[in-house]
């Protein structure tokens, strides 16, 4: 050990719980994030694995990609 000893949680002092951490964050001074619609949409496999084999956050990837394909097909 380090040398450090751990407390039992209390009321003042709860253990740690990521959910109500996440739950005391608040966005503050900023853009409202805009409303994603839930769709179903076939994607060939190969290009699935592809854009998951890059990490977390594919269908941000996916998005982003039809975004800018939008945007450069716009005359």
Avoid: C
């Avoid at 450090?4 to 959910?19: G, I, R």
């Avoid at 739950?23 to 994030?33: A, F, M, P, W």
């Avoid at 269908?59 to 097909?73: W, Y």
Wanted: net charge positive; no cysteine; aromatic share 6%.
């Amino acid at each position: 050990m380090n040398g450090e000893s751990k407390a039992a949680p209390t009321a003042e002092h709860p253990e740690f719980d990521p959910a109500r951490v996440v739950r005391g964050i608040v966005r503050r001074g900023l853009e409202s994030v805009p409303n994603k619609e839930l769709i179903s949409l076939r994607i060939d496999q190969d290009v699935i694995e592809w854009f998951k084999a890059q990490g977390p956050g594919y269908q941000t990837r996916i998005n982003a990609v039809l975004r800018a394909f939008r945007d450069a097909s716009v005359a």
